[in-house]
């Protein structure tokens, strides 16, 4: 077991995950401001989008880049700054670190030496969505970015038809109406779902329907901003589809089931590691063999 404790009189540093606003700069909380001012370097997905948020709340503090494209070298990096001592503060360009954003990684790998991860809360765009949309709160499950592939995309919604609760997902807008039209084929026509578009910006919008009513909208319509698309759970799956056919199969097995079913190894370890809590990376290093 591995039990984080009080670090009043930690030796190390400590790794801040600070949420920034999604859109509505007022949303940015005086705790958030504060950490990116105390913290000796700020991790930015994208320095040049965080430097705009800095200059707002006269931040002053240095960034470095940390992204999905350079993790494998800044991790160790940010590392021994934490393990120098330093304050680091990891942000994403909009909303909660991690949350379909760079970040897990990182925190993993603070918590295996030992350093202490602090969340600080605020925006996030899914949640923000949720409350709002009319569908049960809970249970519910957020997916995040489907496969882009058609093939992948189908054999992930496949898996997703067994699920009761609310799912959300987010959607760029020039793959909105595809990935509509795939959850009316696996899903049904008459399923209802819940667009939230631009949250907390000027233009924010809710469209609320059935699947085939959206799918319409979405195909009649110009799509313009980020969407999160939250999707009512199956009132009545079927004995087939509430029954898991991966349960019996090892961790391995699974992710080669839904290798041979169409899906890349990546979407293939990315699904059953959400669905048995795993860890993603170990997942995808043990199946490779490495």
Do not use: C
């Amino acid at each position: 077991m591995n039990q984080q404790k009080s670090f009043s009189n930690h030796q190390t540093g400590t790794l801040y995950l600070v949420p920034t606003p999604i859109g509505n700069l007022g949303d940015m909380t005086v705790r958030s401001i504060d950490t990116l001012k105390s913290v000796a370097v700020i991790a930015a997905e994208d320095t040049r989008h965080t430097q705009q948020l800095l200059n707002q709340f006269d931040i002053l503090t240095k960034q470095i880049s940390f992204h999905e494209h350079n993790k494998e070298s800044r991790i160790p990096e940010l590392i021994e700054r934490l393990q120098n001592g330093e304050d680091v503060a990891q942000v994403s360009d909009a909303g909660m670190p991690s949350i379909s954003d760079p970040g897990h990684e990182l925190v993993t790998a603070a918590i295996a030496v030992n350093i202490p991860v602090v969340p600080l809360p605020g925006a996030s765009a899914g949640i923000t969505a949720l409350v709002a949309s009319g569908l049960a709160p809970q249970p519910f499950m957020f997916y995040g970015f489907l496969a882009r592939k058609p093939k992948e995309q189908l054999a992930e919604l496949e898996l997703l038809n067994r699920q009761t609760q609310t799912m959300l997902f987010y959607e760029a807008p020039h793959r909105l109406a595809k990935t509509l039209g795939n959850m009316v084929t696996v899903f049904g026509a008459e399923r209802a779902v819940v667009l939230a578009r631009e949250l907390t910006k000027r233009y924010e919008e809710f469209i609320r329907g059935t699947l085939a009513e959206v799918l319409q909208w979405a195909e009649e319509n110009e799509i313009r901003g980020e969407f999160v698309v939250l999707v009512a759970g199956n009132s009545a799956p079927t004995m087939e589809s509430a029954i898991d056919p991966l349960a019996d199969l090892s961790d391995l097995e699974a992710v080669q089931a839904l290798v041979d079913q169409g899906l890349k190894i990546t979407a293939a370890v990315k699904q059953i590691a959400k669905d048995r809590q795993l860890d993603r990376q170990k997942l995808y290093l043990n199946y490779r063999g490495e």
